[in-house]
Nanobody, 126 residues
Framework: QVPLMETGGGSVQAGGSLRLSCVAS????????MAWFRQGPGIEREGVAS????????HYASFVEGRFTLSRDNAKNSVFLQMNDLKPEDSGMYYC???????????????????WGQGTQVTVSS
């Protein structure tokens, strides 16, 4: 079973919305930190938002706070990233990632995550 699978990317105009979904295997999802990262052309992968599956509020990068909302559905081993008021600079490949919850370090540090999806493309035109 693929550990993580993303869906929901696409092309929208600036100001539009998209909802990304990530479904994980049960073993990957259990007691983990689930996060979204993105990578644009010529840009390093950057953390967007994260959430612990055992509880607690999500954490957001400053550049998406107030526009993006991360939620979870533990019954479906899934997390969802609702992206509103999209901007051209939000374009890129979006990746879902997971790591054990007890692992230390910054929750939006990509190097701390060891399970990754294949990514889904988001394109925002001006």
């Amino acid at each position: 079973q693929v550990p993580l699978m993303e869906t929901g990317g696409g092309s929208v105009q600036a100001g539009g919305s998209l909802r990304l979904s990530c479904v994980a295997s049960a073993s990957t999802y259990r007691s983990s930190s689930m996060a979204w990262f993105r990578q644009g052309p010529g840009i390093e992968r950057e953390g967007v938002a994260s959430i612990y599956t055992d509880g607690g509020p999500p954490h957001y990068a400053s550049f998406v706070e107030g526009r993006f909302t991360l939620s979870r559905d533990n019954a479906k081993n899934s997390v969802f990233l609702q992206m509103n008021d999209l901007k051209p600079e939000d374009s890129g490949m979006y990746y879902c990632a997971a790591r054990p919850q007890e692992r230390g370090g910054w929750v939006l540090d990509a190097s701390k995550y060891d399970s990754w999806g294949q990514g889904t493309q988001v394109t925002v035109s001006s």
